[in-house]
């Protein structure tokens, strides 16, 4: 498949006229071509009106047909074959292993959502029949499902050219739910971004769906991205990246005449907490093991362990020395792009200039295009007295806090920001220490791990890949995981409707045979 360098507005393609966008090779900063021509407030406009044209069409397509769709498209990006996989590594710098990787979880959590839409049960179908003699007053006819929220913009990741970007997880619970999707692709893998949305324009034009059900856009953020946060056909937005490209979107959305949700995943140092026991035990074997976490991918990771907890004391000491060993032997990486090297090297920086940290460990020396790994200290005090130190360091970057004992630890805990996970690594002893800081670490964050490390996402039912803001603007979704098509979705009632005009999932006899609520028993009635 040739890369063009042209945008997918429905089913045309046609090239922008803004300023070209040039993705750069990651490993050598090489300019990579084509140039991606930007979108224009026209182009947002026409895709934005070919999707509300779409909605109520695709909005009412079958379980079965919007599942095969999604099947269609898992099918589309495979069959693209290894220049899919080469392009991807090149603007990212990321390994072969890596993106095939990636590709596999793109395409399953595509299946996965066709799973979910057989399955059904995520229309949350409740039926409270009439009950025309209870006194003292008759009980109308009540019947309720979720439904679409609408056309739902959805901007691509950095860090993840496949798994978070075109055909990621935003669009794929976007697509499930019956909504169509507007990608804005991220400017460091647009030759990526093109690829795979030609597959789902494909996928579209196969299943013959409407045209508006996907476009891809390239282009700046406040011509394309703004443009579609606020146009009114827009009705939710699917955002992952920094904190101020967030709150920037949220406020465009809060702005508008009728305001959006934007499920936005912004910034999470996910905290893990050693516990004295546990430490005492195995300090040198956890140091080396959280190394390799931070280490992974460049730490390019938003559950990358960027803060480390424990009592000060020889077992942390131990720890402190393994880790630091591990660091400085760990080679430099190659990072996504200039810019997120530049940041990472701004915050490694100034972490190091701070007179409240002590550098404890850097990693071999970096080279072009190359992120060397860090390692930090400070005490708890500290830490509380300097807000800075809680900001994300998007790298191999983490700060270990030595903490006077567990009463100080937890309320350290209490002070932090919103995070996408927190871990606790811990040995029985430690059972009533990690009971404390339970109740806490529910309210910071939405995933909670035991001995493990939070590096790695299961794409599953139980997943939450989410949490308090900042780490999302709405901690009570999750964007990975089938539960995330709930974002999407909204409730509506219809009260004594005709059976004629009652949509398939709420009608007599359960023509799809789901599971539905019939007067507060769930079965499949």
Request: hydrophobic share 45%; charged share 20%.
């Amino acid at each position: 498949m040739t890369i063009t360098g042209e945008m997918l507005i429905g089913a045309t393609a046609l090239r922008g006229n803004d300023r070209p966008i040039h993705a750069v090779e990651a490993a050598t900063g090489q300019k990579l071509e084509p140039g991606f021509g930007g979108g224009s407030a026209a182009d947002v406009e026409r895709a934005c009106a070919l999707a509300w044209a779409a909605f109520d069409t695709y909005r009412e397509t079958s379980l079965e047909t919007r599942a095969a769709f999604l099947e269609a498209c898992a099918e589309a990006i495979l069959a693209i074959g290894d220049e899919l996989v080469e392009r991807a590594c090149a603007e990212s710098g990321l390994p072969r292993g890596r993106i095939e990787g990636e590709r596999g979880r793109t395409v399953g959590q595509l299946r996965l959502f066709a799973a979910t839409l057989r399955e059904g049960s995520f229309l949350e179908a409740r039926i409270d029949p009439a009950l025309p003699q209870r006194q003292p007053l008759p009980r109308a006819d009540l019947r309720l499902r979720q439904i679409p929220l609408g056309p739902v913009a959805v901007f691509g990741a950095s860090n993840f050219p496949l798994a978070f970007s075109v055909a990621g997880g935003d669009t794929a619970a976007a697509l499930a739910a019956g909504c169509p999707v507007i990608v804005k692709a991220h400017s460091a893998h647009p030759g990526t971004s093109e690829l795979v949305g030609r597959a789902l324009q494909s996928a579209v034009a196969t299943c013959g769906l409407p045209e508006g059900v996907f476009s891809l856009l390239f282009g700046s953020g406040a011509v394309v991205g703004q443009g579609l946060v606020a146009d009114p056909r827009i009705k939710a937005v699917g955002f992952t990246g920094s904190r101020a490209g967030g709150t920037a979107l949220m406020k465009t959305a809060a702005e508008r005449a009728e305001p959006i949700p934007v499920y936005a995943e912004m910034s999470s140092i996910n905290p893990v907490f050693l516990l004295p026991a546990a430490l005492e035990e195995k300090a040198e074997a956890l140091g080396k093991a959280f190394v390799g976490s931070l280490t992974m991918g460049a730490g390019q990771f938003c559950t990358n362990p960027g803060l480390v907890l424990a009592v000060e004391g020889p077992a942390l000491d131990r720890f402190i020395a393994a880790a630091s060993e591990a660091v400085a032997a760990a080679a430099p990486q190659v990072m996504l792009t200039p810019g997120i090297l530049q940041a990472y090297e701004r915050g490694t920086a100034q972490l190091a200039g701070s007179s409240r940290v002590t550098k404890l460990a850097e990693g071999q020396a970096a080279k072009a295009c190359t992120g060397s790994a860090a390692l930090f200290s400070a005490s708890a005090a500290d830490f509380l007295a300097d807000p800075h130190l809680q900001e994300e360091v998007f790298g191999s970057s983490s700060l270990i806090l030595h903490c006077r004992d567990l009463a100080e630890m937890q309320a350290l805990a209490e002070k932090l920001e919103g995070q996408l996970t927190a871990t606790l690594h811990l040995v029985e002893a430690d059972t009533e220490a990690a009971r404390a800081l339970l109740p806490t670490l529910e309210r910071r964050a939405g995933r909670i791990l035991a001995n493990g490390w939070p590096t790695g996402v299961e794409v599953c039912h139980a997943m939450v890949h989410g949490g308090p803001y900042p780490a999302t603007s709405d901690g009570r979704s999750t964007s990975v995981g089938t539960l995330a098509i709930s974002r999407f979705l909204r409730p509506v009632c219809y009260q004594d409707l005709p059976a004629a005009l009652l949509p398939e999932a709420l009608r007599d006899g359960n023509p799809l045979g789901l599971w539905r609520r019939l007067d507060g028993a769930l079965g499949r009635h």
